[in-house]
């Protein structure tokens, strides 16, 4: 598949090339006839605004992009694909600072019926970090939002995990951590609603900071996350992240997250468990 055809099969609605140029996604292999994608993206100084910890939040946008695609390639071509569930599991103690950039390599599980299943290994230079999975289900294909303006955010070794994924800290108590989260054209899907991928990275921010609110204790460092899409996330004045601790154990802890829109409804959930 050349030319045409393949610019078209790589025209995923929810992950758009304004998302892979603004995290440095890059293909590195697909097959759309098998539903193959392989993509990376660098990890590098990535860390929680609020904990300034590194953070395995962005691994759900490279999840998204690569798993999303593996499920966008099984689509009708009367169909688009929207996130529904994406979860992800490491199998190491804990994600460090890495230099080099994470592979994801996604691949179908299971058959099409009402939902596409995707599932990809995560990888860091010959580190097998974990795996993860993303479920989407179809809608009919629909109007896509215009042009967007160009992106003034460039890049370098210096610049925040903030300020790539527009979010802002604010803590409304001693227990609630909240990341507001700013509109930006360049973080949106083509449908014109924030990337799943990037607004499961705030989730997992906001619980993380959550449950890591006694830093001498030790790091609690995010093994799983569990991401349930409920509706169109929209991005305005009022668009927030909320991180709620669930239960604090010596070793272990759970935390709930919240995205809440500008609408003021609650848009997606997600659920941190880590350990130290």
Not at 139 to 163: E, F, H, K, M
Not at 264 to 269: D, E, L, N, S
Request: a negative charge; aromatic letters at 4%.
């Amino acid at each position: 598949m050349t030319g045409t055809d393949e610019r078209v099969a790589r025209q995923d609605t929810e992950t758009p090339d304004t998302i892979q140029a603004r995290f440095g996604i890059e293909f590195l292999d697909e097959n759309p006839a098998d539903a193959i994608a392989v993509m990376s993206m660098p990890m590098s100084g990535l860390r929680n605004p609020f904990t300034d910890a590194p953070s395995i939040g962005p691994l759900a946008i490279l999840v998204d992009a690569a798993g999303g695609m593996v499920n966008h390639y099984r689509r009708r071509p009367d169909q688009w694909t929207v996130s529904s569930e994406l979860s992800v599991e490491l199998s190491v103690d804990g994600f460090g600072d890495h230099d080099a950039s994470v592979v994801a390599s996604a691949r179908p599980l299971g058959p099409v019926g009402a939902t596409s299943l995707s599932i990809c290994t995560l990888t860091c230079g010959e580190i097998l970090l974990g795996g993860a999975t993303v479920r989407s289900f179809f809608i009919p294909t629909g109007d896509l939002i215009g042009d967007r303006p160009p992106d003034s955010l460039v890049r370098t070794a210096q610049t925040s995990l903030s300020d790539l994924m527009a979010i802002r800290p604010r803590s409304l108590d001693d227990s609630l951590r909240v990341l507001e989260q700013h509109p930006d054209p360049n973080l949106y899907n083509d449908i014109g609603i924030m990337h799943g991928g990037v607004a499961a990275a705030g989730l997992e921010l906001a619980a993380s900071a959550a449950i890591n609110q006694q830093p001498a204790d030790g790091l609690l460092r995010t093994a799983s996350l569990r991401v349930n899409f409920l509706r169109p996330f929209i991005a305005g004045e009022n668009s927030r992240y909320i991180g709620t601790p669930m239960r604090m154990g010596q070793r272990t802890a759970v935390g709930d997250a919240q995205a809440v829109g500008d609408d003021g409804k609650v848009a997606i959930t997600a659920r941190v468990t880590a350990y130290r």
